[in-house]
Antibody
């Protein structure tokens, strides 16, 4: 059974960079079928797709966040990472790491437990 | 503003049928990309409820069903039960944004 475990600081100061890592167990982050993605959810609000990275390293980012986002994947450690720069209070949210597929007919099938990140001084 | 549009809330009495709509456009649902539905309980991560428009993962009761037509999709719950009270999200792929898109979510309340 695949498990995703996100980790990172729970508190980030405004204007600084948010950095999160997701550890993939029970499967391989190097499989050619998968996209590894980050999705966030502010308290009481809906889901927002941040971006995704393919095992080849190619990325797609939400246009609304593209200028501040960077993702990477390390197949040797079965981890993938998110970096979001110049954060503000609006970036306060639960951040989920998620597995998806190249095939759009397959869902986002495994989700991490979520990491609460608060942006505050 | 979400790319896919869902009603904020729907409600029904136990045993009734409720339907949640998910309206998109020609660059997502209308382009025949798969529509997926997720169920989320407070304090937990979303979980796949339906995938590829109409398919139920193993373990999902058959009172949950999906359909798609044109630029819209819908999730129906027949024989509503108290345990179905949750938030529901639709999701698809958008070839204009080149990424995944979500609906704003619908809260289902069992009266």
């Amino acid at each position: 059974q695949v498990q995703l475990q996100g980790s990172g600081p729970g508190l980030v100061k405004p204007s600084e960079t948010l950095s999160l890592t997701c550890n993939v167990s029970g499967g391989s982050s190097s499989s050619s079928s998968y996209y590894w993605s980050w999705i966030r959810q502010p308290a009481g609000k809906g889901l927002e797709w941040i971006g995704r990275i393919y095992t080849s390293g190619s990325t797609n980012y939400n246009p609304s966040l593209k200028s501040r986002v960077a993702m990477s994947v390390d197949s040797s450690t079965n981890q993938f990472s998110l970096s979001l720069s110049s954060v503000t209070a609006a970036d306060t949210a639960i951040y989920y790491c998620v597995r998806g597929y190249y095939d759009s007919r397959r869902p986002l099938d495994f989700w991490g437990q979520g990491t609460l990140v608060t942006v505050s001084s | 503003q979400s790319v896919l549009t869902q009603p904020p809330s729907v409600s029904g009495a136990p045993g009734q049928r409720v339907t949640i709509s998910c309206t998109g456009s020609s660059s997502n649902i209308g382009a025949d990309y798969g529509v997926h539905w997720y169920q989320q309980f407070p304090g937990t991560a979303p979980k796949v409820l339906l995938y590829a428009d109409t398919n139920r993962p193993s373990g999902v009761p058959d009172r949950f069903s999906g359909s798609k037509s044109g630029t819209s999709a819908s999730l129906s719950i027949t024989g509503l039960q108290a345990e179905d009270e949750a938030d529901y999200y639709c999701q698809s792929y958008d070839n204009s944004l080149i990424g995944w898109v979500f609906g704003g979510g619908t809260k289902v309340t069992v009266l």
